[in-house]
């Protein structure tokens, strides 16, 4: 079909549509979010798929990239202009290397989120008025419609993977839960500090790819997207938190108290974007290396190499070749040998009037454990997941001690968000929130020990004894709600103790001290059993 040409009278069309909307984008009530949603709907709808949604999911905290060890040590030599390749590296290392993604996995799980919540100036007889009841049953609410244990470790895996993790809170979705919503760590920059955490400039392209759907962002996401075409408001790196409203190109402000964007740093002391396990890489990028090295040198060492001479014919006879076999029959006789042995065996040469037989030998038999050893030694409380190194029961609870103290820097972080928006509920009385504990049993042993002895002297503390329990106070008083009013107690069968179970019961004897108790030679007696024979137990 021939080409068709556009006449006169449809470019003047088109340039009185264009006119039109130009006249009326510049309109300070013109809705250029619906507008946009509409636009992308009809233009670009066919690109709009499942498979183009689920893209830019995944593309939101995982961009993985292949580097050689070069390019990576190059990079980290230089942090500030390689952030994202340098995320991008630690990503890949997590999808490839076994040794990295569980010790990143054993940190990312460590934290248990203990949460205990104290009045910030009640008196004692606040405790029983109106408004305090009021205000406590608002900060109840909060924590139960937000399940802070779960988006709080999701928050610590994008730290961790990332070293910022930009997110949303969004109340709007569901009237019983609140989450947060993520932001890809690509267009985020942080910008600056306030008393609630970081601020951060959010780049608003990522939404004209003509594949994201607006109506899946909160409406603080939905408004800074109109403001990029409505009038332009000078960018001021020092707005106060509620009048950041400033643009620079597609950038835009945001702040955590008015557009509900917040930021969390694993390390907020340093505003370069490097991931804590960065450094990491250097060495266990080197474990495909080790094992190939290790796999070769056990392959040679399975081997025999078999030598010998072929006979050669007297030195007198006029023949270019004085071998005393013919060529033919000399492969015939290899061939077959070859057959016969197998691939363990190498074949120089056969039969003849000496034959020798050289077993190879691996003189660095270890050299892929003594990598492992190595690495294993990085990681602190983390080493016990590959068994290489047995660590003493006091070398165990000294690295949980370590790796307790480096995660729980981020709790501050994550008790200012809890603050605020608890505080933001109530009217006459704040509450300060206060978040600890790791997953480590010593810990939680220790922790209920503690709550169970101060209470024993009178030191009754709700909120110690509720996260011995892993419980908050809230959750603690419904379960003791629920055990006295829902008939737990006529459900109960009278259970043995001191003074109903015979002297022959075979738990007779001195308690056994817990994990954290024990000695060294206590530990060695029961990771060997000695006391068997004995009619001890482990």
């Not at 990028?285 to 290790?294: A, G, K, P, T, V």
């Not at 078999?306 to 050669?312: D, E």
């Not at 691939?343 to 009037?353: E, G, Q």
Request: proline letters at 3%; hydrophobic letters at 35%; aromatic letters at 12%.
């Amino acid at each position: 079909m021939p080409e068709e040409k556009l006449t006169q009278d449809d470019i003047k069309i088109v340039k009185d549509f264009v006119d039109t909307l130009q006249t009326e984008i510049v309109r300070d009530d013109f809705d250029f979010v619906s507008f946009s949603s509409a636009f992308n709907r009809a233009a670009y709808g066919a690109y709009a798929t499942p498979q183009m949604v689920n893209t830019n999911l995944q593309n939101i905290n995982l961009n993985p990239r292949v580097s050689t060890y070069q390019e990576y040590l190059r990079a980290l030599q230089n942090p500030k202009s390689n952030e994202d390749a340098i995320i991008s590296y630690g990503q890949n290392e997590y999808l490839t290397n076994t040794l990295y993604k569980r010790n990143f996995d054993y940190y990312a799980n460590l934290l248990s989120f203990d949460l205990a919540i104290r009045p910030k100036s009640a008196e004692a007889k606040d405790y029983s008025s109106a408004a305090y009841k009021k205000d406590w049953n608002a900060a109840e609410d909060f924590l139960t419609k937000f399940d802070y244990r779960s988006e709080f470790r999701k928050c610590v895996f994008n730290m961790l993977n990332s070293d910022i993790y930009a997110c949303m809170f969004r109340d709007d979705m569901n009237e019983d839960k609140y989450v947060l919503q993520d932001l890809s760590y690509k267009y985020v920059k942080i910008t600056g500090r306030c008393s609630h955490g970081l601020l951060v400039d959010v780049d608003m392209s990522f939404l004209m790819n003509g594949t994201q759907d607006l109506m899946m962002y909160p409406k603080s996401i939905r408004r800074k997207y109109n403001s990029l075409f409505g009038k332009q408001n000078k960018y001021v790196p020092s707005s106060t938190l509620n009048d950041r409203t400033g643009k620079f190109g597609f950038y835009v402000q945001t702040s955590p108290t008015e557009d509900e964007i917040w930021a969390f740093k694993f390390n907020p002391d340093i505003i370069t974007e490097v991931p804590y396990f960065a450094p990491m890489i250097l060495d266990t990028s080197l474990m495909d290396f080790y094992r190939e090295l290790q796999m070769n040198q056990d392959l040679v060492a399975a081997k025999k190499l078999i030598t010998s001479q072929w006979p050669l014919l007297d030195a007198k006879t006029a023949q270019t070749d004085r071998l005393g076999i013919k060529a033919e029959t000399m492969g015939v006789i290899l061939g077959a040998i070859k057959s016969g042995l197998g691939d363990y065996f190498n074949i120089a040469s056969i039969p003849s009037d000496k034959i020798e037989v050289e077993q190879m030998e691996n003189k660095n038999k270890t050299a892929y454990q003594d990598y492992l050893k190595n690495i294993s030694g990085l990681m602190g409380g983390a080493n016990t997941l590959f068994s290489v190194v047995k660590q003493s029961s006091t070398e165990s609870m000294i690295s949980a001690d370590i790796d307790a103290m480096l995660m729980s820097k981020v709790y501050p972080q994550f008790e200012a968000f809890l603050e605020y928006h608890i505080n933001k509920k109530t009217k006459k009385f704040k509450f300060d929130v206060k978040l600890s504990g790791t997953s480590s049993y010593l810990e939680k042993d220790r922790k209920y020990k503690a709550a169970m002895d101060a209470a024993k002297v009178g030191l009754v503390c709700e909120n110690k004894i509720a996260c011995a329990l892993d419980l908050n106070i809230f959750e603690l008083r419904k379960e003791l709600d629920l055990s006295k009013n829902g008939g737990f107690a006529d459900r109960l069968t009278p259970m043995m103790n001191m003074f109903t179970m015979s002297g022959n019961n075979d738990g007779a004897g001195r308690p056994q001290n817990s994990e954290s108790e024990v000695s060294e030679s206590s530990d060695a007696t029961r990771s060997n059993g000695s006391n068997l024979p004995r009619g001890g137990k482990i």
